[in-house]
């Protein structure tokens, strides 16, 4: 292996440059470091070692030591100390992967096979090595650093990113992650963006209580991930303390949705949990946990102005007479059942059917109709999700 070695041997100066420019194109983080002569001068320094150093060793048989490992988590380490974000150290990480087997891959000839493979095995499984000890020297330092609050929102981040580090960061945060997830997406339409309380701390409350990603995605949205089986569609008992806990924490009627899907597709399941919540019904204290099969009817209805502006018309009928979006609530959510619905509004039984034909006279649907569960289901999910305000 003796020409591979001597030819990296060679260009290592010139390719420890190259990385360099490499990382000064890809991460402003690094253009700002690479701008003082004293960081650049630093961290050519090691990007030209650990080049060399890769060629001793691979050309005495030999792996990274103790203190070889020990000296790439003290870099990691000062990495954080200076500010790398997490996300940027992750991509350092993988750039440099990317550049290193490039140039072996560069000084390689046709026969050079056997060489070439036993190059990049080992580099493969040190470099593995070395990775993982430059991330903890980095998250050692994140620990002391950044809250809870801000290492959950890198943690969600990496994790519907896909990357690599997010394990690290998991298991540095006490979270076990999973193969599935349940999104849960709440938002607070009332939650003005400059709040006096701070959004880190209203996250740091709940990890206290349940051990789960959740971060801030938006003024008004928070996300958690909760585990799920592969074949659970819907979440069980256990997830609705965990929302009414997260509602309570930031003391503001939500709107809530809820997807399944593995976590290699989390962005779509993400996705769908807020296109959920965006027509949900608005709940002070959650009851339940919309998913796609409670509200695929308002789905379809947003997505074609023309049904909507023409439910909203039958929507404003029912709004005008007194308690009949709030009858019609409980009647459907108690199936129909008419005793059962008096007695959550704690009305009589005729005050019930007295309020249903008025629904009728109002709207012209019978309510207990075919017709009327399709049409008025909807158009009391709507008026209850504020769309027809």
């Known amino acids: 292996m003796s020409g591979l070695l001597d030819e990296l041997m060679k260009r290592s100066d010139a390719n420890a440059r190259a990385e360099l420019v490499a990382y000064e194109r890809e991460l402003p983080e690094y253009r700002l470091r690479a701008a003082d002569p004293r960081s650049r001068a630093e961290m050519l320094d090691y990007a030209v070692w650990f080049r060399r150093h890769t060629v001793e060793l691979v050309r005495d048989g030999r792996r990274l030591s103790d203190e070889d490992l020990s000296f790439i988590g003290d870099i990691g380490r000062k990495r954080a100390e200076e500010g790398l974000s997490t996300g940027a150290a992750q991509h350092v990480l993988a750039l440099h992967a990317t550049l290193m087997l490039r140039e072996i891959n560069d000084v390689a000839e046709g026969d050079d096979l056997d060489e070439l493979l036993r190059l990049t095995a080992w580099f493969g499984e040190q470099g593995a090595r070395g990775s993982g000890r430059y991330l903890d020297g980095y998250l050692a330092v994140q620990r002391l650093r950044l809250s809870v609050g801000k290492r959950l929102h890198d943690l969600v981040d990496l994790l519907l990113a896909g990357d690599l580090s997010a394990p690290g960061l998991a298991h540095d945060l006490g979270i076990c992650l999973h193969d599935h997830y349940f999104a849960v997406v709440l938002r607070f339409p009332g939650r003005p963006p400059g709040r006096d309380d701070d959004p880190g701390d209203l996250v740091e409350s709940v990890f206290k209580l349940h051990t789960v990603p959740i971060a801030w995605r938006r003024p008004d949205e928070l996300l958690v991930l909760l585990p799920v089986c592969a074949s659970q569609e819907t979440p069980g008992d256990d997830a609705l303390p965990v929302v009414r806990d997260i509602a309570e924490a930031v003391q503001g ?137």
């Open 253 to 389: 009627a939500c709107r809530v949705g809820v997807a399944a899907g593995p976590a290699g597709r989390l962005p779509e399941t993400v996705s769908m949990a807020r296109r959920i919540a965006e027509v949900a019904p608005v709940q002070r204290v959650p009851q339940v946990l919309p998913g796609i099969g409670d509200v695929f009817v308002e789905l379809g209805v947003v997505r074609v102005p023309e049904v909507d502006q023409w439910l909203r018309d039958v929507a404003r009928r029912l709004a005008n007479g007194p308690d009949l979006v709030a009858t019609l609530d409980a009647y459907y959510r108690n199936d129909m059942n008419r005793l059962r619905a008096a007695v959550g509004l704690h009305v009589h039984p005729r005050t019930l059917d007295y309020r249903l034909r008025r629904v009728r006279e109002v709207t012209g649907i019978d309510p207990g109709s075919v017709k009327g569960i399709r049409i008025l289901t909807a158009a009391v999910a709507r008026l209850q999700a504020g769309a027809y305000a």
